[in-house]
């Protein structure tokens, strides 16, 4: 943690010191997450260890990337709607450019998976010709804090090296320091994990808002901790347990799928170019005399089933631990979720840890478009104009059941608890032009429904309340 900038000074070791534990687990995890699991879990990798061979027969089970994408898709699989405005207006025209030129759905997603992935998400803004929101790579992320408040950041520094940290090959240090209002961009020599001389003197530029353009988003924390804690750490144990016991079995199925023989040894037979007692297999017949004993494979019972119990209970574990279920990943059972509330109730877990991260995204997301409209209008860009209120319609990411909607729906309306029109809403998601046009076809054919039939009555009181012109007639 640093708590001044002087770790960016000439001389200083990079990266910089008390950055390391950090920066290890943010590798480890990306490797993690790409399959590199020989990387990272290498005990359980030798544990496969053939001595006879030196090769390993691994299955990667990778649980890592699969759990953080589908914090993603929920968050984001149904895009959230950003509102800043009644429809049509200055705020809400300028809020739907900043999300549509930023790809502000898929930003955000690259976000969720450094969060999961990683503990932290880092959005940066900055101006060129427009305002840009982009996703920063936690690893180039150095907060500055106050040494009595650690949650207290004082400066964000966005650094990186144009060549690796342990190359001898020379290169450049740029890092760029943000604080309130500015943004201070220095550049030094860089070679052999040290900063050298200045090659060029600190720029400084005004940005003309008054609070820091990088934005950082924290999966779950503690009060004693700057940075989240990530989603890998608590089952590193049980993947790497996981995919032992597979490669295990499979090793073992690998092993007995071509068993070794027994037989009487008349079934051997010498080549008579190597002089080598062999046996030739495949379609021979061997006769057997008294006392012989028949030709045999030798079968060995690798008690697979201990093996398969223990996934089992692995399994739960990694369900449980991960604030996941098997209806999460699809793994439906018929009868396990005839309805969408029967889906939700067994998403009750994953859903609840979605919910989590979007507590801490939403805000953060807020402020990032926020802080890109007042850079624009500081800037002076050309219809800028500052969004003081936004919020989020978030999705469930749920798919919705259609036949349960429109039971609730019809319900509501025969109770007098929601108009038509809100109910097409939340339906159809039909708006302005459509949902006037959808409202006119539906009252053309309730008229042509209950219009009656050439020489007809009002049988009944069919029509009652319908001014049929019998009475003047009548007069």
């Not at 890592?64 to 589908?70: A, D, E, G, H, V």
């Not at 999961?116 to 900055?126: E, W």
């Not at 449980?320 to 109730?345: D, H, P, Q, W, Y």
């Not at 006119?440 to 009181?461: D, F, K, L, S, Y």
Request: hydrophobic share 40%; with cysteine; aromatic share 6%.
């Amino acid at each position: 943690m640093q708590t001044d900038l002087s770790f960016i000074e000439q001389g200083k070791k990079w990266p910089p010191e008390g950055e390391s534990e950090r920066l290890t687990l943010y590798t480890q995890n990306r490797q993690l997450f790409e399959g590199k699991h020989e990387l990272v879990y290498k005990d359980a990798w030798t544990r496969l260890l053939r001595a006879e061979s030196q090769t390993v027969i691994q299955t990667v089970l990778n649980w890592n990337k699969r759990l953080s994408t589908l914090w993603a898709d929920l968050l984001f699989g149904e895009p959230p709607m950003f509102i800043a405005g009644e429809r049509g207006s200055v705020e809400q025209l300028a809020c739907d450019r900043i999300v549509n030129d930023n790809d502000l759905h898929n930003t955000g997603y690259e976000v969720v998976l450094d969060i999961s992935a990683l503990g932290t998400g880092v959005m940066k803004v900055r101006y060129e010709n427009r305002g840009i929101i982009e996703a920063q790579p936690p690893e180039l992320w150095f907060p500055v804090v106050d040494p009595d408040n650690i949650r207290n950041v004082t400066a964000h520094v966005i650094a990186w090296t144009t060549v690796p940290a342990n190359s001898a090959k020379p290169g450049q240090l740029v890092a760029e320091v943000h604080e309130k209002g500015k943004i201070t961009r220095h550049v030094h020599e860089f070679s052999n994990g040290r900063i050298g001389r200045v090659v060029q003197e600190p720029v400084e530029q005004l940005t003309g808002v008054d609070d820091f353009l990088v934005v950082p988003c924290y999966n779950l924390r503690t009060s004693n901790r700057l940075t989240g804690m990530d989603d890998y750490d608590d089952l590193g144990s049980i993947i790497s347990e996981l995919e032992v016991r597979v490669g295990q079995i499979a090793r073992i199925l690998d092993k007995h799928s071509d068993p070794n023989m027994y037989g009487p040894a008349g079934a051997l037979e010498e080549n008579p170019t190597t002089g080598e007692i062999t046996f030739q297999g495949g379609g021979k017949f061997f006769p057997l005399g008294e006392g012989d004993t028949a030709p045999g494979y030798m079968i060995w019972d690798g008690q697979l089933n201990a093996a398969f119990k223990q996934i089992e209970l692995l399994m739960e574990q990694l369900y449980t631990l991960s604030e996941t279920s098997t209806a999460a990943f699809g793994n439906l059972k018929a009868g396990m979720a005839e309805s969408g509330s029967a889906l939700k109730r067994l998403m009750m877990a994953p859903l609840a840890k979605t919910n989590r991260i979007r507590m801490r995204l939403d805000p953060a997301l807020r402020k990032t478009i926020q802080l890109c409209a007042a850079l624009e209008k500081a800037q002076g860009m050309k219809g800028a104009v500052e969004l003081p209120s936004i919020t989020i319609q978030w999705q469930d990411g749920l798919p919705t059941d259609e036949m349960e909607l429109t039971n609730t729906m019809t319900a509501r309306k025969q109770a007098g608890l929601i108009s038509t029109e809100s109910a097409i809403l939340r339906m159809d998601g039909l708006e302005d032009e459509q949902m006037e046009t959808e409202l006119n076809r539906i009252a053309a054919e309730q008229m042509q429904a209950a219009a009656p039939t050439p020489g007809m009555t009002n049988v009944g009181g069919l029509f009652a309340g319908l001014d049929l012109g019998l009475e003047s007639e009548q007069g």
